[in-house]
């Protein structure tokens, strides 16, 4: 039925479609081989990790460390409260040291040992430097700060061992030195009364003491003026002393001044000017000096400088040439 040749051919098919349908099923199953491998792979894996789990208990959470970090140094804040440690400690090894609360104590260091020591009474201590050790008048150093103070030591008219005071008659001109407890009367220059806050004679507005203003001091009280008459400082007579008058600063507040001797202020013209051509001052000094001491004053004796002694030549003098008669 069929020729020999096309026998041959489908032979040959049949071979090939074997062939194909064997590689088929080996490759089909190498595949599910492998997915079958697979799965007992990662069903054994769970199984031992599950194990490993039970066996070390549950997974313990590690802190997280956070990044050290350097302290931060905040500068020292100024403040009215002074560090207590200060009377306690050295804050050097070597000098003096005032005390924190009390202004007459301070403390000397030496090699880091400290020693409390005390002003005499009516000190306080001068802490400008610490390698002096120097106990100064109160009017000098600032103890706002420090306020405290030793126990005093009064004595007659020294409420302190040390020290200036005010008079306890309310004398605004007079105060007392003492010294060891022992005082000196000290009376200040006319016009001029003592100022408590700095120890020192001065101008009674500038002390500001009760009862020892200007107007209770001079007795005199500045004529009201405007402002362009008060900044020029205006300057009346006094009253009662030709020699003297007032200067009124900004034309309120009077200061007591005074011409030379022999002169008179003249209130017309404003300055001093010899007595004798003022003519409410011609006698002022009658009583004091006489015509002829006057006129010495208004007309002081000139005396001549001393000549000047010639200046003498150091040179040498040279020799006088010969002349030719006197060779021959």
């Excluded at 150091?314 to 030719?324: F, I």
Aim: aromatic share 10%.
């Amino acid at each position: 039925m069929f020729s020999r040749e096309t026998v041959v051919k489908m032979k040959a098919a049949a071979k090939f479609g074997l062939s194909f349908l064997v590689l088929f099923s080996v490759v089909c199953g190498f595949s599910a081989a492998q997915s079958q491998l697979r799965r007992q792979y990662e069903t054994n894996r769970r199984t031992s990790v599950g194990a490993v789990r039970e066996r070390e208990g549950p997974k313990r959470v590690l802190p997280v460390r956070e990044p050290i970090r350097e302290p931060v140094r905040v500068a020292p804040v100024a403040s009215e409260e002074i560090d207590p440690e200060l009377s306690e400690n050295c804050p050097e090894p070597n000098g003096y040291f005032a005390d924190a609360e009390q202004c007459d104590k301070y403390y000397a260091c030496r090699d880091g040992q400290i020693t409390e020591k005390l002003c005499p009474d009516g000190m306080v201590f001068n802490d400008y430097d610490i390698d002096q050790e120097k106990c100064d008048l109160p009017f000098n150093i600032d103890c706002s700060k420090r306020p405290k103070l030793q126990t005093p030591i009064p004595s007659q008219h020294c409420p302190r061992l040390n020290g200036y005071f005010a008079s306890e008659t309310g004398a605004c001109d007079k105060f007392y030195y003492c010294v060891d407890g022992k005082f000196n009367m000290i009376t200040c220059p006319a016009g001029l009364v003592f100022n408590p806050k700095t120890g020192i004679c001065t101008w009674p507005d500038e002390a500001g003491k009760s009862g020892c203003s200007s107007e209770d001091v001079f007795k005199f009280t500045c004529p009201k003026v405007n402002e362009t008459v008060g900044v020029t400082h205006p300057r009346y007579a006094d009253p009662e002393d030709c020699q003297f008058f007032y200067v009124c600063i900004n034309g309120e507040t009077p200061r007591r001044n005074g011409c030379k001797l022999g002169q008179a202020f003249d209130d017309s013209a404003k300055h001093c000017e010899w007595a004798r051509k003022v003519p409410e001052c011609v006698d002022w000094y009658k009583d004091r000096l006489t015509d002829a001491q006057l006129d010495e004053l208004e007309n002081p004796p000139t005396t001549k400088a001393p000549a000047k002694p010639s200046k003498v030549s150091r040179r040498r003098p040279s020799k006088r040439p010969k002349l030719d008669d006197e060779e021959e």
